[in-house]
């Protein structure tokens, strides 16, 4: 097993720093817009952009909600047992909001297709982009691309990336991961 | 994240583990949070066919059952014995076998004779799902009653439940004993001697005759309905006679020395096992009951349809 850092822990913190930097261009002060962090690891990238647009940036009309999929997967049936949920939580209407949906890694697109479908059960979004921190590029099965990508990595399937991040893991490091 | 129950049907509560009654309870929390969104819906079990047959008259649990499938988008087939070829002499394992043959991948039933469930499990290539088998067990309808007070207790371990009324005839009440003993609640019976199986205490359960000390003791009372239509001699001199003595009123509501949850499992004959003005109280949970019916039944649809 082969582990390559694809992300340290300085140029972490300085992808985060440039994802918000681009959020603000596009939408200034965020009036009428919501960010959603697809569970179960999505949410961690969601409450740190979340986090520091509040803090550093005084950006505080953002809201912040976080979304489970489980139901809405087209991949059910293919485990030997139910996949089981984790926590929705979205306490607003998505009703005419700009959402920005979050995950951590970008696969083959399928998370998020079931993630924009559970999310348009809340309502009718005015308008929907999508922020990941890494892109798995050229493995795509729907066609899905992301508006803010933290970092772009040519992978093959069998390879793996780990996101590890200081709330849960201890510190912010992504990993390449060749079996 | 996976997670599996124990077993392939569910039969009763007798068979499932608390793990298992934990990982029902898990998923019902997220259903029910999907019914409380706009669009109620979610595509599961879009690829099952589920059918519903119902040799026994219901209400809410035929209703709420369809509504679940529905809310999972499975295709539903509905059967109520009154209007089908049961009538006309045909056997149990026929009927099934019949409906099996078009592609349905589960069977929700009820049925009047006891075990029915269990024996149609054994014969059949599908996934059975108790919906309530003479006077055995109603698995879901325990699994809703504990999740409630779960709801509105915080837990279940500790807490005292008092079953009162027709425990002879009642299925809720064996399900509610195995389901509430396996969530670590204290369970107690609460009705006329007459009224009170032979061998209840063998199950661990306190058992009591006279309702004013059975609502003392406990944190919950779940009331139980008489099932006239199950007796054919009588239990007790008369029903007015029945309700002075084990009518729940607002009367003796107020006079205990806490506030306790009151249940019901449905349907209500308002005035005699309860009066009108507590069943409308806020300290019924009769709704919430009713409305967590419909999360449970999907969780249990969901996690026994892989």
Redo the contacts between chains.
């Keep these: 097993m082969l582990e390559r850092i694809i992300l340290s822990p300085q140029n972490f913190k300085l992808t985060l720093n440039r994802l918000c930097y681009q959020l603000i261009e596009n939408y200034n002060n965020f009036e009428n817009t919501v960010m959603i962090g697809l569970q179960?690891r999505g949410t961690f990238l969601a409450q740190r952009i979340h986090e520091q647009l509040i803090s550093e940036m005084g950006k505080t009309n953002l809201l912040l909600g976080s979304l489970?999929v489980?139901?809405?997967r087209d991949d059910?049936?293919k485990?030997?047992?139910?996949?089981?949920?984790?926590?929705?939580d979205i306490d607003f209407t998505i009703e005419d909001k700009k959402v920005i949906l979050v995950d951590d890694v970008l696969f083959t697109g399928r998370t998020i297709r079931s993630g924009l479908?559970a999310m348009?059960?809340?309502?009718r979004p005015q308008k929907v982009e999508l922020m990941v921190l890494i892109d798995r590029r050229f493995s795509r099965d729907l066609p899905i691309e992301p508006n803010y990508v933290g970092k772009t990595v040519d992978t093959i399937a069998s390879e793996k990336v780990k996101v590890m991040w200081k709330q849960s893991d201890g510190e912010d490091l992504v990993k390449l991961i060749t079996t | 994240?996976?997670?599996?129950l124990s077993v392939k049907h569910l039969l009763g509560i007798k068979d499932l583990q608390l793990s298992d009654i934990e990982?029902i309870f898990?998923?019902a929390?997220?259903?029910k949070?999907?019914l409380n969104?706009?669009?109620?819906?979610?595509?599961?079990l879009r690829?099952k066919t589920i059918a519903n047959l119902f040799f026994e008259n219901s209400t809410r649990t035929k209703l709420s059952f369809e509504l679940a499938e529905r809310r999972?988008t499975a295709d539903v087939i509905s059967l109520a014995a009154s209007s089908s070829s049961v009538s006309k002499g045909e056997t149990l394992l026929d009927t099934v076998n019949n409906i099996l043959a078009m592609k349905v991948d589960v069977v929700v039933m009820r049925h009047p004779n006891p075990g029915a469930a269990v024996f149609l499990s054994k014969r059949v290539n599908s996934v059975i799902i108790n919906a309530g088998d003479g006077a055995h067990e109603h698995p879901t309808q325990a699994l809703l009653d504990a999740f409630s007070i779960r709801e509105k207790l915080g837990d279940l371990k500790g807490k005292r439940i008092a079953i009162v009324g027709d425990i002879l005839h009642s299925r809720v009440a064996l399900s509610n004993i195995f389901c509430l003993q396996k969530c670590g609640a204290e369970v107690m019976v609460c009705g006329p001697a007459t009224l009170l199986p032979k061998h209840i205490h063998s199950l661990g359960v306190k058992v009591e005759s006279n309702l004013k000390k059975a609502l003392e003791w406990c944190d919950v009372a779940n009331m139980l309905r008489i099932q006239l239509e199950r007796q054919n001699i009588s239990y007790f001199p008369s029903l007015r006679d029945y309700v002075l003595q084990y009518g729940l009123t607002l009367d003796i509501l107020n006079s205990l020395s806490k506030k306790i949850v009151i249940m019901h499992p449905g349907p209500i004959n308002r005035g005699v096992e309860i009066s009108s003005e507590v069943a409308d109280s806020d300290q019924s949970i009769i709704l919430q009951q009713v409305e967590n019916g419909v999360a449970i039944r999907m969780a249990v649809l969901?996690?026994l349809s892989?």
């Design positions: 179960p489970d489980t139901f809405y059910f049936r485990h030997d047992a139910p996949l089981i949920p984790q926590a929705t479908d348009l059960s809340f309502g | 994240m996976e997670g599996k990982l898990k998923t929390e997220n259903f949070a999907i969104q706009p669009i109620k819906k979610v595509p599961s690829d999972l969901y996690l892989n």
